[in-house]
């Protein structure tokens, strides 16, 4: 073998928090784990910054603890105002951590560190530009000139993949089912900092308008727009025109200002019509369109794809690729499409006012549907619970959040 080729068990194409859970599980598993990635972090991500129930157990599971971060800030409760403007408050539990906002570039390079930690190679600043198959392994061959082989690749590289186009595979056309904007603020209110903000509008709906606080007085604040929504065409224009109508200007306050231009970006949710594997090649968080249709939220999907794709390679062992291929989609078939389907659906009765109102209506009734609504809407448990019984458990509606023993000292800001 050259002297300039790596080899592995798993080459993770993609250094984000997919990949990276993927990494981490693989070495848990007693498998080699490689990352490359073309970015060199920490780096940016456009997102909303938020992460749910879900994500924040998933992350603890990892091994990964957010709280140190210096964006980071827990939440308590959900505010949502309708386009009648009617606003319902969700309060949280406070047994542990059920929603939380960190910015991507220090949570990023905290999962990839982590990865490190368990033995994985990672090479950043190198993009993967070519992949070939053989009969029992897999050549990616690098920007650098270097080589790695592998038994299996698994595709974490984002909406619009490489390793998916180097496989002939995908629709060139596909642009993702949303579109988003994203700007940071600083010295917003005090009242922002009682937790999330949403504001539904009724020229961008099934989307709406967000506000997440972070610590040190500072916000990520944006919203997502539908595809088909006939206001994607003039989101440039109507953004601004939204941060000042009245009951938006009045929560992120007067004193409110930019920390530079705002960020756009995709988000792909086709979970259902996307091929997840070929061959040897698992894909695995955005680059499997693994997105929740209905909030756009997609790290606790990123992180559970990522770990079940380690899962399947292992179990199957290196000498049955389609026995890896079989076990990861069955995995995600069962954890993740009622989910993303009934979301999917409830996505579709958003699109209207009427729908909009009723869910605000019915969710804002008892303390009771306020509580649960939260959990629900952050993903504390599965969006399809309901409909799939397997998945009851005990505790299902009364489970406590993550961390809740005393963090680590936070970093300086």
């Known amino acids: 073998m050259p002297a300039n080729t790596l080899t592995s068990d798993v080459l993770i194409v993609g250094g984000g928090p997919a990949g990276s859970a993927c990494a981490i599980e693989a070495r848990r598993l007693g498998l080699r784990a490689t990352i490359v990635d073309k970015s060199t972090f920490p780096r940016d991500k456009f997102c909303g910054d938020g992460l749910t129930a879900d994500a924040l157990r998933r992350l603890e599971e990892l091994g990964v603890d957010p709280r140190p971060m210096s964006s980071f800030f827990t939440v308590d409760q959900v505010s949502v105002r309708t386009t009648s403007g009617r606003q319902v408050s969700y309060p949280l539990p406070r047994d542990g951590m059920f929603g939380a906002v960190v910015r991507r570039d220090e949570l990023d390079v905290a999962i990839l560190d982590r990865a490190r930690e368990m033995g994985a190679d990672v090479i950043e600043g190198v993009a993967v530009t070519g992949l070939g198959t053989g009969d029992d392994r897999m050549t990616a061959t690098l920007g650098d000139g270097r080589s790695v082989q592998a038994r ?6 984002g909406m619009w993949s490489p390793t998916r186009k180097m496989l002939g595979l995908g629709d060139r056309t596909y642009r993702g089912e949303f579109h988003a ?13 009682r937790g999330l903000w949403v504001w539904f509008e009724p020229e961008i709906l099934p989307g709406y308008v967000w506000a997440f606080p972070e610590s040190g007085g500072r916000a990520n604040v944006g919203f997502g727009i539908h595809r088909d929504c006939n206001a994607t065409r003039e989101m440039k224009e109507l953004w601004p025109e939204l941060l000042s109508r009245p009951h938006i200007a009045r929560v992120l306050g007067p004193d409110a200002t930019p920390d530079g231009p705002h960020r756009a970006w ?9 091929e997840l594997t070929a061959d040897r090649v698992l894909f695995v968080g955005d680059a499997a369109a693994a997105t929740d249709p209905m909030t756009g939220e997609g790290i606790a999907q990123a992180l559970l794809t990522g770990t ?9 062992g290196p000498g049955d690729p389609a026995d890896a291929t079989h076990r990861y989609e069955a995995a995600v078939r069962r954890s993740l499409l009622p ?19 009723g869910a ?8 009771w549907t306020r509580r649960n609504f939260a959990r629900w809407l952050l993903e504390d448990y599965p969006r399809a619970v309901v409909f799939t019984p397997t998945r009851w458990h005990r505790e299902l509606f009364t489970a406590p959040g993550a961390y809740r023993t005393p963090g680590p000292a936070p970093l300086p800001s």
């Open 152 to 157: 299996y690749v698994i595709g974490a590289d």
């Open 181 to 193: 904007f994203r700007q940071y603020y600083s010295n917003v209110s005090d009242e922002l900092a």
């Open 266 to 274: 995709p988000i792909p949710a086709r979970l259902d019509g996307m």
């Open 308 to 316: 079940l794709a380690a899962r399947a390679v292992a179990a199957a």
């Open 339 to 357: 989910d993303f389907l009934i979301a999917k659906w409830l996505g579709r009765l958003m699109r209207t006012e009427l729908g909009v109102r």
């Open 360 to 367: 605000a209506r019915a969710s804002g009734m008892t303390d």
